[in-house]
T-cell receptor
Framework: QKEVEQDPGPLSVPEGAIVSLNCTYS??????FMWYRQYSRKGPELLMY????GNKEDGRFTAQVDKSSKYISLFIRDSQPSDSATYLC????????????FGTGTQLKVEL | GAVVSQHPSRVICKSGTSVKIECRSL??????MFWYRQFPKQSLMLMAT?????????EQGVEKDKFLINHASLTLSTLTVTSAHPEDSSFYIC??????????FGPGTRLLVL
């Protein structure tokens, strides 16, 4: 079993839809949780960064962390074609040299 | 803020040659830099962690003599792929951290070894 599981997709939604992306993990020691967006042939771009459980909102993006279930989510409201990318969840322990453990990434396509 | 650059963005080389990739943190001093490689439709695979002024820490299975990392300053780390072969063709991405914050990634370097 991988430490972080993420459905690779592809996920295809119509423009304007609400998108839900998820990751589950097995190690309860993870404390920091991130979502990155990666366009084709580009480096990952940090979207959301949260600590421990709870919600965080930034514009059309909402990140949720449920540590009791070892489950994190990223919601994208009013999705746009420009949101088409691969979304990677990542997490790390406190300390640990800032080393990240990544999910495999979910490929999202928002269609007109 | 937190901008990381990489150079070159793309390189094609002949088998047996060495290639150097630079990673720079442009607007902050990075305490740690990381090097990853990524194959098509796969996630990032951490190769090594590098701290300024000390030897890099390589992940299991990564040949330290093949992938030389130099971290000469708080804003620059280099990865040299020595005696490159076609199987080394990949997308190489660096990242940098600012203090205890998360990693900020560079745009990546696409290496093709013929």
């Amino acid at each position: 079993q991988k430490e972080v599981e993420q459905d690779p997709g592809p996920l295809s939604v119509p423009e304007g839809a609400i998108v839900s992306l998820n990751c589950t993990y097995s190690n309860s020691a993870f404390q920091y949780f991130m979502w990155y967006r990666q366009y084709s042939r580009k480096g990952p771009e940090l979207l959301m960064y949260t600590y421990s459980s709870g919600n965080k909102e930034d514009g059309r993006f909402t990140a949720q962390v449920d540590k009791s279930s070892k489950y994190i989510s990223l919601f994208i409201r009013d999705s746009q074609p420009s949101d088409s990318a691969t979304y990677l969840c990542a997490m790390r322990f406190t300390g640990g040299g800032n080393k990240l453990t990544f999910g495999t990434g979910t490929q999202l396509k928002v269609e007109l | 803020g937190a901008v990381v650059s990489q150079h070159p963005s793309r390189v094609i080389c002949k088998s047996g040659t060495s290639v150097k990739i630079e990673c720079r943190s442009l607007d902050f001093q990075a305490t740690t830099m990381f090097w990853y490689r990524q194959f098509p439709k796969q996630s990032l695979m951490l190769m090594a962690t590098s701290n300024e002024g000390s030897k890099a820490t390589y992940e299991q299975g990564v040949e330290k003599d093949k992938f030389l990392i130099n971290h000469a300053s708080l804003t620059l780390s280099t990865l040299t792929v020595t005696s490159a072969h076609p199987e080394d063709s990949s997308f190489y991405i660096c990242s940098a951290t600012l203090g205890a914050e998360t990693q900020y990634f560079g745009p990546g370097t696409r290496l093709l070894v013929l």
